[in-house]
């Protein structure tokens, strides 16, 4: 069963901005945290945003001030909103379910971001 899964991946110019979001399967959305992690080329996979089931966000240093996570329980649906694109942000990015002490163990399939200069 697929419980996470990622869209709003493409190719854009940089200084473009791109909205990912991830559809959570109910019964996991309400985790206590859900998580934005990318994985460039030849690079570990690095976790980049992150939101609690109480709303608490964390935003990696490399993408802070241009990117913002955000949930819309209504929907299941988490988002990352990225603004000020850079070529460095290319990378596939994954949506994952964390628990209390921040161990990722559910991931989605993953969205490509190709950003050009």
């Known amino acids: 069963q697929v419980l996470l899964v990622e869209s709003g991946g493409g190719s854009v110019q940089a200084g473009s901005s791109l909205r990912l979001s991830c559809f959570v399967a109910?019964?996991?959305?309400?985790?206590?945290?859900l998580g934005w992690f990318r994985q460039a080329p030849g690079k570990q996979r690095e976790l980049v945003a992150s939101?609690?089931?109480?709303?608490?966000?964390y935003h990696s240093d490399s993408v802070k001030g241009r990117f913002a996570i955000s949930r819309d329980n209504a929907k299941n649906t988490v988002y990352l909103q990225m603004n000020s694109l850079k070529p460095e942000d290319t990378a596939i990015y994954y949506c994952?379910?964390?628990?209390?002490?921040?161990?990722?163990?559910?991931w989605g399939q993953g969205t490509q971001v190709t950003v050009s200069s």
């Open positions: 994952a379910r964390g628990s209390r002490s921040y161990v990722f163990d559910l």
């Open positions: 109910e019964r996991i959305f309400g985790s206590f945290v």
């Open positions: 939101i609690t089931n109480s709303s608490r966000t």
